[in-house]
C-alpha cells in the first residue's frame, strides 16, 4: 500500500514539472497582450445627475453610495423561522 502512494506522489511531481512551462507561457502570453493582471481599471463613471467621475476617490465613492444604497444592513437576527 505505501508503495501506491510513493507511486502516485511521483507521478504527481512529473504532471507538475510538465505542466509549469505550459502555465508560464500562458501568463506571459497574458502579461504581454493585457498588461499586469492587477493593472485593469474602472473607466469614466456617470453619476445620476449625469456628472463624470473619472478620479478613482470619486469613483469610489460613487460605487459606495450605490451599493449602500441597494443593500440591506444586516441587523444580526439570523434568517426568520420557518414552518
Known sequence: MECKGEIFEYEKQQENRSLK??????????????????????????????????EN???ANLLNSYF?????????AGFPATD
Open 57 to 59: 476617490a470619486e469613483k
Open 21 to 54: 512551462p505550459v502555465i508560464q507561457v500562458v501568463f506571459k502570453v497574458h502579461k504581454s497582450k493585457n498588461g499586469s493582471f492587477a493593472s485593469h481599471s474602472i473607466g469614466m463613471l456617470k453619476g445620476t445627475s449625469d456628472r463624470d467621475f473619472t
Open 68 to 76: 449602500n444604497s441597494v443593500n440591506i444592513l444586516d441587523d444580526g
